[in-house]
């Protein structure tokens, strides 16, 4: 069973910078797409950005495109999550996530099997 543990959060100014960090316990088959996703109180879970470990290709929903960009490091089994010119809008509770299949478009929340536990970015005004 992976676990995954979310760390980087934390309270930023509008404009600032914060990096999230993902660290997967293992690696397995059922892990192709790592995903970082979203949820402010009182709305859903929104999909920020994937990547693929194979490749690296990536995607990002269009409210973070140009702002955030994701990456990993393989030998450290570990996926960021780089936000930059962070606005109050972005303040949420960031996940993030472990899918089986290739596709990194169209994600939703029910297309990844793993979550960690979450870590809270409030940006301040």
């Known amino acids: 069973q992976v676990q995954l543990v979310e760390s980087g959060g934390g309270l930023v100014q509008a404009g600032g910078s914060l990096r999230l960090s993902c660290a997967a316990s293992v690696r397995t088959f059922s892990m192709n797409v790592m995903g970082w996703f979203r949820q402010a109180p009182g709305k859903e879970r929104e999909f920020v950005a994937a990547i693929r470990w194979s490749d690296g290709s990536t995607s990002y929903g269009d409210s973070v495109k140009g702002r955030f960009t994701i990456s990993r490091d393989n030998a450290k089994n570990t996926v960021y999550l780089q936000m930059n010119s962070l606005r109050p809008d972005d303040t949420a509770v960031y996940y993030c996530?472990?899918?089986?299949?290739?596709?990194?478009?169209?994600?939703?929340?029910?297309?990844?099997?793993?979550w960690g536990q979450g870590t809270q970015v409030t940006v301040s005004s």
């Open positions: 996530a472990a899918k089986r299949g290739g596709l990194i478009y169209g994600l939703g929340p029910a297309d990844f099997h793993s």
